[in-house]
Nanobody, 127 residues
């Protein structure tokens, strides 16, 4: 059972930056596909970004393309989401997620594909 613990988030201003991090309990976390999701009040949880375990490919939802960057530090068993040029519509609860990735080639684009989840962290962007 992989445990994911999020940190970061909080308040940000439009045009500013925030960084989210997620620490994994699994020592073989380097072999896991990772993703960040977000859920605004009254909305469904949506995919923000995803990255293959080997770093070969990544996906960003169009609304964050060019502003957000998903990354990982395999030595520290952590993953991050750097959020730049924040917009008020980025306000949501953000979740990190992971699933074992070796042997599965496609990018993970479906929320149901992710097995392990962080507890969520609130991001609020003010204008």
């Amino acid at each position: 059972q992989v445990q994911l613990v999020e940190s970061g988030g909080g308040w940000g201003q439009a045009g500013g930056s925030l960084r989210l991090s997620c620490a994994a309990s699994e020592q073989t976390f380097q072999f896991y596909d990772i993703g960040w999701f977000r859920q605004a009040p009254g909305e469904e949880r949506e995919l923000v970004a995803t990255l293959k375990w080997n770093g070969d490919s990544a996906y960003y939802t169009p609304s964050v393309q060019g502003r957000f960057t998903i990354s990982r530090d395999n030595a520290e068993n952590t993953m991050s989401l750097q959020m730049n040029s924040l917009k008020t519509e980025d306000s949501a609860v953000y979740y990190c997620a992971a699933v074992y990735g070796v042997g599965y080639e496609p990018l993970r684009l479906n929320i149901r594909e992710f097995k392990y989840w962080g507890q969520g962290t609130q991001v609020t962007v003010s204008s």
